[in-house]
């Protein structure tokens, strides 16, 4: 009674004016935070009978012991003050906006001399221009294929156009009429700003002011009798009107508009997004939510303020339609309005086009919504199996997965992914560099990898599930560390089968493909799971995924490290060698594609040395092969051929 009591005495006590409340639970957790004009007659509306009438205030209120305000100068205050607070508290009983799937942009940067499109996945506030998101690379790269058929911008960086301008020829990409070749002076500053101008434009959706503009300088130029610019204006021209012919219409008004669709099913909601400029459909994004306790109303108007707020910098356009109404927001429309510099509509329509486009978006979010639903309940199937045929404790939401790597002895690397509810969680990931293990010595690196892991217990919790890639050797070496750390922790080995059979019997049995053995403590024989089960599948896919991280490490360390550097860690080859080496072969280059017998024949150089060396290089090109340049080709540039003519002096020295 005392609790209420005080409740009652601090909503009693509440200013007047506009601000941002906060409802805490007992343990001093946020649960809701909200905005008002009037906070006091906002916040004691959750307690006057039948609350609000949103369905899930009587299970807010219930929770609620305190209430913390934030007085704000105005409403529109209050709502970027929101955001930021559901961003920091994470409360809930809100929706939370996270737009962590950090979508491809387009950069452009006007107040450089020669600008140019740069791909980014970050909006920042830095005076450029952002176009986008892309929400696939796909399509980002045909828009730049169609861009830079009729506005070809430079696409080089600023180290390799300084380097063209000094040797005073273009490169390729100007014969193929793809650059107009500032670097070595082949376009006037004028007719480049004149290409930017169309990008912006082509960028930015307004084709109709692009095509009339051209048109218009193409009369000029045909005035002028400048023939062969104006057959270049009326081209591009053509291009961008069948360029736009290929893009879906949606609507006779050339009006721009951004179309929010909701769709529910439970606490599960997602808001489909469709970016229409000048009638036709140009961009979508989809963005999920779960556990949601607000109306659909609330939802749209929480998810707006989130979707134009501070840190996004999207593009506002004229009209705002929805599938669900956001109320008469003040807030919304006053930060709309700072945002576009004009006034922005915000509407739910009910005939018409407008009608029709929201249909669209909420369609699209339903189809979008019923597609993760049925993802999740399969990845509940697959963990489910898992816990069952691996008898786990519990069910492994958050799996762990270590995967040792070493390159011929050398450049000993480990990794960590991490998987919560069959997803990748990136906040997760670690690396480690091998410091006290041998490089070959695969037990003894994962011995140190799960030893440093175990050491960050406080800090990072164990996971319910533990795998590491490898058979009965690795496990072994899990399980003792968690016996002497005193953990109860689920681990599992995952290893292909040995090839101790006919490859008949293997194709028979599956597909001609290895079969994977899962290896648990204390138990003698592998299960094996069927290869179409899914908790197997799930679990190769978070190997895959660990595998693929620790050799996108080691690849990473290769390039920063230099060949001359990675040659010092190979095992038996110390300085002397490696200077007889590059003194009688006469390059890095010469030395990587040396046959056994060629290495052998250097002074110094044993036979097992030749052969530890053209091993190494080899499972470097297995890698390279796998999408890393060769290294020869990363010593092309001018610097790496200074760098490595400068290590080749100093050892014949």
Known sequence: MAAEEHLAERIASLPTGPG????????????????????RTRVRSYWNAGGDGRIQVPQLVAKVVDVGVLVTPTVKDALLLENELIKQHKPP?????????????????????????????????????????????????QALSNLRRIFPLRTCSEGVFKDYARRGRPCIEFEMGRCPGPC???????????????????????????????????????????????????????????????????????????????????????????????????????????????????????????????GHERQV??????SASAGDDPALEALLRERAGRRVLIRVPRRGAGRELVAMAQRNAE????????????????????????????????????????????LAVASRVTFQDGLPDKSGYRRYRIKDAAAGDDLACMREVIARRFEKIAKQPLPDLLVVDGGRG?????????????????????????????????VKRSGGLKAERLFLPN??????????????????????????????????????LGLTSILEEIPGIGPGKRRNLLRELGSLRRIRDASPEELEGVTGVSRKDARRIHGFFRAVASLDDAGTAPPGEALEAPEAAERVAAVEVEFRE
Request: charge should be positive.
């Open 367 to 410: 189809l979008a919504l019923a597609q993760r639903i049925q993802n999740r309940e399969s990845v509940e199937a697959a963990l489910a199996e898992l816990q069952q045929k691996l008898s786990l404790s519990a069910l492994p939401r958050r799996i762990e997965c270590y995967d040792v790597s070493n390159l011929q002895g050398t």
């Open 93 to 141: 009983f809100n929706v939370r906006f996270r737009d962590d799937k950090q979508y491809l942009a387009l950069r452009l940067d006007p107040r450089d001399r020669w600008p140019r499109l740069t791909m980014v996945r970050r909006f920042k506030r830095d005076g450029a221009q952002y176009f986008g998101p892309y929400t696939s690379s796909s399509g980002m790269k």
């Open 317 to 322: 356009p004229s009209e705002v339609l929805a």
């Open 474 to 506: 690795q496990l072994a070496v899990v399980t003792a560390l968690a016996t002497d750390a005193g953990l109860a922790l689920d681990h599992v080995g995952i290893a292909k089968e040995r090839d101790t059979e006919s490859p008949s019997e293997r």
């Open 184 to 310: 070595c002076d082949k376009v006037s500053e004028q007719a480049y700003r004149e290409l930017l101008q169309g990008t912006e434009l082509f960028l930015r959706g307004r084709s109709g002011e692009l095509v009339r503009a051209l048109e218009q300088r193409m009369q000029v130029a045909a005035a002028e009798e400048r023939f062969e610019d104006a057959a270049r204006l009326r081209d591009r021209v053509q291009a961008v009107e069948h360029t736009v012919e290929r893009q879906q219409i949606v609507s006779d008004r050339q009006v721009d508009r951004d179309v929010f669709g909701l769709a529910r099913d439970g606490g599960e909601a997602l808001v489909q997004v469709l970016h229409v400029r000048e009638g036709r459909v140009i961009g979508s994004a989809e963005y999920p939510f779960s556990d949601v306790r607000i109306d659909d109303g609330e939802v749209v108007s929480s998810f707006l303020g989130q979707y134009y707020g501070e």
């Open 20 to 39: 941002v409340y906060l409802m805490k639970s007992a343990r001093g957790k946020v649960l809701y935070v909200g905005k008002a004009q009037n906070l």
């Open 523 to 560: 138990r003698l024989n592998p299960v094996l799971l069927l290869p179409s089960s899914r908790g197997l599948l799930l679990l190769q896919r978070i190997r895959d995924e660990a595998h693929r991280f620790a050799i996108e490490f080691q690849r990473s360390l290769r390039q920063k």
